[in-house]
């Protein structure tokens, strides 16, 4: 954080804003005089017309639109002045007060019209041309907009980033707190651009414990993913374990027990986190060993062995169009494309047809 600059301004207008990633393009007055207004980028769900921001990030150019300011956080001031409130009222920013409602509420209410909004919306019925059902859709208007802050503003103090928590809101909405607080492995497997690494760092800063079971298990899941990239459909059980016990630093004892949970099905039907079954044994090992999967991937191995055994059963003359296929070449092809390669054992004899 402490690379990161801060400016302050008044949100002046709203340029552009993506409904689905919170990212917005927007002018704001710094207050520098001059009239000019700095245009500001990035992730600013629930910034409104009308409010003063405090914004850390950094500095920029681009190209076609010249100096900008790319915000990685904010935080808002609500506005201190008739004008300011009258402004931050009429922008649109509550469902049912657009300019002439904003301009009788401040004349009638004055400096204590957010307070009697907050505390006292009933009283809004006061204002000429407010009645029942406009008084009662600005209140929930307002307490839709006042739960989107305290979320941003819990997540921040979270130290997750504006645009991480946009994703967060987008995914769980008013119990983002709570998913955070109490849940926050389910971080990783749910919201895109988080990872179980991310999720940890949360999960510390909301004080979950560094044995918890919750993150061995998300461990686990972890280890098994990373080893999904280097090309493994599965892990044999003990080295899982030991890749699990040097990323987590905890005692073996307990990710042995919290891979056995993990592999139960849940009592409401819900699919285990991961499979385990007995596999054939490394060639020339007769024991089977215990192999380890992500489900996907125990879906997908028993997908493609269906549909090998359907082929292996499938007449010579329903496949004429492979006969002339020489596979050592298709295969080597295969590999200048993709850099997949098979190995040694599994690659056919040069020349095979």
């Known amino acids: 954080m402490s690379n ?22 927007a002018r704001v007055d710094t207050g520098r005089g001059g009239g000019d207004l700095l245009t500001v980028v990035g992730a600013l769900l629930g910034a409104q017309v009308g409010e003063s921001l405090r914004m850390e990030g950094r500095w920029g150019s681009h190209p076609q639109y010249g100096k900008q300011f790319t915000v990685e956080n904010y935080t808002t001031v609500l506005p201190a002045t008739v004008q300011g409130i009258r402004r931050y009222l009429g922008s649109g920013l509550v469902k049912g007060i657009g300019p002439v409602f904003a301009d009788r509420i401040t004349q009638h209410f ?40 305290e979320v941003m503003l819990f997540l921040q103090t979270v130290e997750v980033s504006t645009s991480i928590a946009v994703r967060i809101y987008k995914k769980y909405g008013d119990a983002s707190i709570s998913v955070v607080r109490n849940e926050p492995y389910r971080l990783a497997a749910d919201v895109w651009g988080i990872g179980f690494l991310t999720a940890d760092k949360i999960a510390q800063s909301v004080g979950i414990p560094h044995d918890s079971p919750e993150r061995v298990k998300a461990g686990l899941q972890y280890a098994l993913s990373q080893s999904t990239d280097q090309g493994h459909c599965f ?16 005692d073996t004892g307990l990710v042995i027990e919290c891979l056995a949970e993990l592999a139960e099905p849940a009592e409401d039907g819900v699919e285990p986190g991961v499979v385990r079954e007995k596999v054939p044994g490394p060639e020339g090992d007769a024991e089977p060993v215990t ?5 996907p991937f125990h879906r997908a191995e028993l997908s493609l062995s269906a549909q090998l055994l359907r082929l292996l059963r499938t007449p010579e003359d329903r496949m004429p169009a492979f006969r002339d296929v020489d596979w050592g070449k298709a295969l080597g092809w295969l590999k200048s494309r993709t850099g997949a390669d098979l190995a040694p054992s599994r690659r056919p004899p040069s020349g095979s047809r």
């Open 4 to 25: 990161l600059a801060v400016v302050e301004g008044v949100l002046e207008r709203i340029t552009y804003t993506n409904e689905e990633n919170g990212y917005t393009v």
């Open 291 to 295: 192999a380890v999967y992500l489900v």
């Open 110 to 149: 004055g400096l204590d019209t957010l307070q009697i909004i907050e505390e006292e919306p009933k009283r809004l019925i006061e204002v000429p041309g407010l009645g029942p059902k406009r008084t009662k859709k600005i209140a929930d208007a307002w307490e839709e907009q006042k739960a989107i802050k």
């Open 235 to 250: 892990l044999p059980e003990e080295r899982l374990i030991a890749d699990a016990v040097k990323l987590l630093q905890v």
